[in-house]
Every structure is written in C-alpha cells, then in structure tokens.
C-alpha cells in the first residue's frame, strides 16, 4: 500500500489544489492532505479555517484524510507512513522552487519521494494569493473555489478594517 501526503498551507484551497488532490488519489492508495499550520508567510485565514475548509473541500472521498501538520513536511510524512509526498506545479517558475526543496527533502529523508503533478491547464492561472486578491477586492472567485470557500472569504474580508484580519494578516501579501 502506497500513502502519499499533499502539503500545503492552502490559504485558501482552490480548485487547482483540488484537481491535484483528485489526480494523486488515482495513484495511490491513500492520500493524507495535509495543512500547515506555520509557515514563515503571513496567512489570511486562521490554521483551524483552513483545516476546515479543507476536510469540507474533500468530504466523502474515502482515499483521501485531511489533517494538520507542524515541522518539516518529511518529518511529518515518515511520522504517518507516507512514502510520497505530492506536490503541484503550474509554472516553469514553480519548478525551481519545488526542485530546491525535493533535493533538500531527498537529503533529510532519502525514503520518502517527491512526485510533482503538472496543473490541468484550466488552473494554470491558479494560486491562492491571487484568489485572496480578487476576493479582496470583491471580484467573483466561484470559478476558482468551491462555494464554502468563496463564503468564508467573504466573511473574512467582511471584518477587515484597515486591510487587518482578526489575525493580523495582511491579505495581499503571502
């Protein structure tokens, strides 16, 4: 049995990290999606808003289990068995980042593989600092996230003042 793990901070999730998710399900046996709760980026939406976001994004999908993570991504994937760890590239610019740290990955962690998936085109565009722009701004995002996203986004830039969230985040900014 092959368990992967997709990591990502997912700020928020749209339909490009989705489309990932889905495509990794039909390799493997198991997916763990996993959201990161610290990053050194500044987050729009609290860990617990986007865990919950996430679990709802991929309810009812067996193969798939979202959870929350802390620490290194290959610490975290050998803590839970996971042999692969996913990730999505939409960009020739994404490519150089993901090289940078699969290689860091590979020598902290030389049994866990990197597997990157290449975006379905219609997401290329895709990232979750544009969606938080354009829903910042009070743009349509439906095309971009499923519609409990696009709620709570609304939400939270509901009780923006002064460009803050409640969790002090600014939200053009990653």
Same mark, same amino acid.
């Given at each position: !049995?092959?368990?992967?793990?997709?990591?990502?901070?997912?700020?928020?999730?749209? *339909?490009?990290?989705i489309?990932?998710?889905?495509?990794?399900?039909? +390799?493997?046996?198991? &997916? $763990?999606?996993?959201? =990161?709760?610290?990053?050194?980026k500044? /987050?729009? &939406? @609290?860990?617990?808003?986007r /865990?919950?976001? $996430?679990?709802?994004?991929?309810e009812?999908?067996?193969?798939?289990? $979202?959870?929350? =993570?802390?620490?290194?991504?290959?610490?975290?994937?050998?803590?839970?068995g996971?042999?692969?760890? #996913?990730?999505? /590239?939409?960009?020739?610019?994404?490519?150089? =980042?993901?090289?940078r740290?699969a290689?860091? *990955?590979?020598? +902290?962690?030389? *049994? #866990?593989?990197?597997? @990157?998936? %290449?975006?379905?085109?219609?997401?290329?565009?895709?990232?979750?600092?544009?969606?938080?722009? %354009? @829903?910042?701004?009070e743009?349509?995002?439906?095309? !971009?996230?499923?519609?409990?996203?696009?709620?709570?986004l609304?939400?939270e830039?509901?009780?923006?003042?002064?460009?803050?969230?409640?969790?002090?985040? *600014?939200? /053009?900014?990653?």
């Amino acid at each position: !049995m092959i368990k992967a793990v997709f990591p990502a901070t997912f700020d928020p999730i749209h *339909n490009g990290h989705i489309d990932i998710a889905l495509r990794a399900c039909k +390799l493997f046996d198991e &997916l $763990v999606v996993a959201v =990161y709760d610290r990053p050194l980026k500044k /987050l729009l &939406l @609290s860990p617990e808003v986007r /865990l919950e976001l $996430v679990q709802q994004s991929f309810e009812g999908i067996e193969k798939i289990t $979202v959870v929350g =993570y802390s620490g290194l991504t290959v610490d975290f994937a050998q803590e839970i068995g996971a042999q692969v760890v #996913v990730r999505g /590239l939409r960009v020739f610019s994404d490519f150089e =980042y993901e090289f940078r740290m699969a290689l860091a *990955n590979q020598q +902290l962690a030389p *049994n #866990v593989e990197t597997i @990157s998936l %290449i975006t379905s085109k219609e997401h290329t565009f895709l990232s979750s600092t544009t969606v938080r722009e %354009i @829903s910042s701004l009070e743009g349509d995002v439906s095309s !971009m996230v499923p519609a409990h996203v696009e709620e709570a986004l609304k939400l939270e830039f509901s009780k923006r003042v002064d460009g803050k969230s409640e969790f002090g985040t *600014n939200a /053009l900014r990653d």
